[in-house]
């Protein structure tokens, strides 16, 4: 998982710290993230670093792999218990982006369209070697859980958020997301703690 950022060690220069793409956009250790900024253009005179504080998904333990049956979604909650946090993970039986598992087949989605919240729950469609979710029951948008959610009919113009899957032997965990939930400002409550 990814640690959290050291910026407490004081004394002399330092290099600037490297993140990986995956380390700036997620942390599954509880504590948030923080990128300093004083040295980007534009923060050149702060008197005081500026730090951007980026919000720590949690790690949720979803199933074992080699339990899910192909093509039979499996509903949950992530990233936390809300009706706007129903979510799925399926196996497809082709290889998907962001897809986990020996195949690196196995998604998960928010379960809401993005248009205006339709639920995609029991909307999963298989067409030869195309794996959908939709079309969502009130304006029939759908989405391709192949390619990251992408819509590909009807009125949403943004993508179903993916939720991000990371293994571990035949565990498999939903670790991030990709995308905002429909009716959310932030995926995760200002004032949210994991566990609280
Ligand atoms: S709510 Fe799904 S297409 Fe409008």
Not at 52 to 69: C, E, F, M, T
Not at 142 to 147: E, G, M
Request: hydrophobic share 40%; proline share 7%; net charge neutral.
């Amino acid at each position: 998982m990814a640690s959290e950022t050291d910026t407490s060690a004081g004394g002399g220069e330092k290099p600037p710290t490297c993140l990986t793409r995956r380390d700036f956009l997620l942390s599954g250790s509880g504590a948030a993230t923080t990128i300093m900024l004083a040295s980007l253009p534009g923060f050149a005179r702060a008197q005081e670093p500026l730090a951007l504080r980026v919000a720590a998904y949690p790690r949720k333990r979803l199933g074992r792999i080699s339990r899910l049956q192909l093509n039979q979604p499996v509903e949950f909650h992530y990233p936390y218990e809300h009706a706007h946090c129903r979510s799925f993970i399926v196996k497809l039986g082709v290889p998907a982006g962001a897809g986990v598992g020996p195949e690196q087949d196995v998604v998960a989605f928010n379960a809401l369209c993005t248009h205006q919240g339709g639920l995609l729950s029991g909307m999963y469609l298989q067409e030869g070697a195309f794996r959908l979710a939709g079309p969502c029951p009130i304006h029939l948008s759908t989405f391709d859980l192949t390619r990251h959610g992408l819509i590909v009919a009807g009125h949403a113009t943004q993508s179903l958020p993916q939720v991000l899957l990371e293994t571990d032997g035949d565990a498999v965990y939903a670790t991030g997301m990709m995308g905002l939930v429909y009716g959310f400002s932030s995926n995760l409550p200002r004032d949210w703690k994991e566990g609280g």
